[in-house]
């Protein structure tokens, strides 16, 4: 339109051509627009890369603490039943202390977050009111979960030496150095100033960009092509810097966080399985080391084993267990290997991370 209207007004197309009567102005202008905008989205992005490691990190840490607690208490020496609650409380305070994590991460007071607990109900409930009432709920867990693994070795039901039992802590304490980083995502937003000032300059320039595209094009229809695609360039990349700034907010393009407290509750649920606790036992018909490596003059005759661990389907459209496949000397032979399927359904009883606190 503005380029319709100059080129049938003379007073507005000798307005429009003293405007700019060299464009390198406006080159300066867009380079700068450039940098601010590409600046922004590179911190945005650095920023949801940082938020999605060091999430992962807690959960590493939270499957590691329960996985040795689990293996620790194996050799106790304690009565089944004390052994079995201590299990029991270790995995919904691991849960529990995921979930609220999570929670603190998608901001105080999110009402629209909620987190399936294993069982939070099976706590007692003055505990859980005084999770309630606590601002730092996830620094009250961790304390939980330590005094219940000193208390647990005091009472026998951890019977590993003290060297080995030290890892839990610091298991603990590498949850609360990836936790803090997580939350300084959160907590520290983007430089106000910083932002701003790109936003204002955004609008500078979109407002100057039809003005100059009139005096570097002939036609109306070119003018407005040109001015579309460079604001659209520029807005959508501070766009994406927006959507990238907050890894754990409640945008779409945010990552899942119930999807992440559902796979972690079925991580630890697995480590109460049968087939977690039951280890791993050499098999009467297994080969010798010395025979499987074979003779040292003839290195072709050893043996190599690889077994198929997920279910396939043949080309009846039949599904195939698992097998294991043994190839020696060109021979392969199929041998089925029945494995007992372990289905872990979602816990019975959940609560929402927002309703603990």
């Not at 995502?185 to 100057?208: A, I, K, N, S």
Request: with cysteine; net charge negative.
């Amino acid at each position: 339109s503005l380029k319709y209207l100059a080129d049938h007004s003379e007073t507005l197309n000798h307005f429009l051509n003293n405007i700019l009567l060299n464009n390198s102005a406006y080159s300066s202008f867009s380079v700068l627009m450039g940098f601010l905008v590409v600046f922004r989205t590179q911190l945005s992005y650095g920023r949801f890369w940082d938020g999605c490691k060091f999430l992962k990190d807690m959960q590493a840490e939270v499957f590691n603490t329960g996985s040795n607690l689990i293996a620790f208490s194996k050799t106790s020496k304690a009565e089944q039943q004390r052994v079995d609650n201590f299990r029991e409380t270790i995995l919904r305070l691991l849960s529990l202390l995921h979930g609220v994590s999570l929670a603190q991460l998608h901001g105080k007071g999110a009402h629209d977050f909620s987190a399936e607990i294993i069982d939070v109900e099976g706590l007692d409930s003055d505990s859980l009111h005084f999770l309630h009432e606590e601002e730092c709920k996830v620094e009250l867990i961790v304390q939980w979960f330590q005094s219940l693994t000193v208390e647990a070795q005091a009472e026998g039901v951890l019977t590993i030496a003290p060297p080995i039992l030290s890892r839990i802590f610091q298991n603990m304490s590498n949850f609360l150095s990836a936790y803090n980083s997580a939350y300084r995502v959160t907590e520290v937003p983007y430089p106000f100033p910083y932002m701003q000032t790109t936003e204002m300059l955004l609008l500078f320039h979109w407002l100057v960009t039809p003005a100059v595209m009139c005096t570097f094009t002939s036609l109306p229809v070119w003018t407005g092509t040109f001015s579309f695609l460079v604001a659209l360039i520029y807005l959508s990349l501070n766009k994406i810097a927006t959507e990238l700034e907050d890894p754990f907010g409640r945008d779409v393009n945010d990552l899942n966080l119930d999807e992440m407290q559902a796979e972690m509750n079925k991580r630890l649920l697995m480590l109460m399985s049968k087939g977690a606790n039951t280890s791993p036992k050499l098999s009467t018909t297994a080969t010798p080391i010395v025979q499987i490596l074979g003779d040292k003059d003839h290195p072709h005759r050893a043996v190599t084993q690889s077994i198929q661990l997920w279910d396939s389907d043949d080309q009846d459209g039949n599904t195939q267990g698992p097998t294991t496949s043994l190839v020696k000397s060109g021979e392969e032979i199929i041998i089925q290997t029945p494995v007992e399927e372990v289905v872990i359904d979602r816990p019975k009883f959940a609560k929402p991370a927002d309703e603990v606190g």
